[in-house]
């Protein structure tokens, strides 16, 4: 019964951040990061570039998630472990790789 708990919880958190990825990708217009916030295409040079960076950010942060969803499985200790890891790190990770992104992307004023 804890397994089928442990793949409620984690199979649509690991989903929700793949997908976000998946959909920043997809997108046509600036990916934002921030919630509230916005970027407006004049600010970005290639948007395509941005967008599928942006994406894959997303998608390598939800890595560690995917991999102790399935590894909750057989080592609950360890997949516990590698997700507060993986979370406490991945966020940090985010907010420097969504500014080097940015900057990377920003269209010369």
Do not use: H, Q
């Not at 793949?7 to 990825?21: E, N, Q, R, W």
């Not at 998608?59 to 979370?87: D, H, Q, R």
Request: some cysteine.
């Amino acid at each position: 019964m804890e397994n089928v708990v442990w793949m409620v919880i984690m199979v649509p958190v690991s989903a929700l951040f793949t997908g976000i990825g998946i959909y920043a990708m997809r997108r046509k217009k600036p990916m934002w990061f921030w919630s509230g916030t916005t970027v407006r295409e004049e600010e970005i040079r290639d948007v395509a570039a941005y967008n599928r960076a942006n994406g894959y950010m997303w998608i390598l942060f939800s890595l560690p998630l995917w991999i102790s969803t399935f590894m909750g499985l057989w080592e609950k200790a360890w997949a516990g472990l590698l997700l507060f890891v993986g979370v406490m790190a991945g966020m940090p990770f985010l907010i420097i790789c969504y500014g080097k992104i940015y900057k990377k992307y920003r269209a010369e004023k």
